[in-house]
C-alpha cells in the first residue's frame, strides 16, 4: 500500500460525531487541495479521412436503368394460355378451355357413333310388374288364420318402446354425473 491510501484509511477510522451544517458548508467553499501530480489530458485519436468513393453519375443511372428492366419474357409460352380452334364449332377458344370445358357447351359436338361393343350387347331385360295386389281383404283373412302374428307384433313393438325409455334415462342419468 501507498502512503496516501494508508493515510485515507486512517481518517475514515478516526471518524467522529456527524458534522453539524455549518462544518459541511465550510469544507465546501474551502478551497480544494491540489494534487501532488499535475493532471494531464488524454490525446485523443484524430479521425483518419475517409476515401471518397469514385462513383459518377453515369454510373448511378446506368445502374437505375438496369434495375428496373422489366423481368424478361419466359422462352416458352404457356400452353394451356395458346390459343386453338375447336375441330367440332370451329371456335377460337384456349387449349385450357378446350380441353376442360368446352366440351359442355360446343354446338358442334356430333353424337357418338355406335360401336361393335354396344351392338353386340343384348337389350336390357323388361322391368317386371307385379301381377298379384294386396288388398285389405287379403290381409283380414291373413289376420283372421294366424292371430298369434299380430299379437306377436304388438309384443314385440311394446318391448322395443320399453328398451328406449331406459336407454334414454341411463343416458340422462349419465350425463348428470
Not at 112 to 120: F, M, N, R, W
Not at 129 to 141: G, P
Not at 149 to 176: P, S
Request: one cysteine or more; a neutral charge.
Amino acid at each position: 500500500m501507498t502512503e496516501d491510501q494508508s493515510a485515507a484509511e486512517k481518517e475514515v477510522e478516526v471518524a467522529g460525531p456527524p458534522a453539524t451544517r455549518e462544518e459541511i458548508i465550510e469544507e465546501c467553499e474551502a478551497p480544494a487541495e491540489e494534487p501532488a501530480e499535475p493532471i494531464t489530458p488524454v490525446k485523443m485519436k484524430k479521425p483518419r479521412a475517409k476515401a471518397k468513393p469514385s462513383i459518377t453519375k453515369e454510373e448511378i443511372v446506368l445502374a437505375v436503368l438496369e434495375a428496373t428492366k422489366p423481368p424478361p419474357k419466359p422462352d416458352k409460352p404457356d400452353k394451356n394460355k395458346e390459343l386453338v380452334t375447336c375441330p367440332d364449332c370451329g371456335l377460337t377458344i384456349t387449349y385450357h378451355n378446350l380441353r376442360y370445358t368446352h366440351k359442355r357447351y360446343c354446338k358442334g359436338i356430333k353424337e357418338a357413333p355406335i360401336t361393335s361393343l354396344q351392338l353386340a350387347l343384348p337389350p336390357p331385360p323388361p322391368a317386371l310388374e307385379r301381377t298379384t295386389t294386396v288388398t285389405e281383404e287379403v290381409v283380414n283373412t291373413y289376420i283372421k288364420n294366424n292371430p298369434e302374428v299380430v299379437t306377436n307384433y304388438l309384443r314385440n313393438e311394446r318391448a322395443n318402446k320399453a328398451n328406449k325409455r331406459q336407454v334414454n334415462a341411463k343416458a340422462l342419468l349419465v350425463g348428470a354425473m
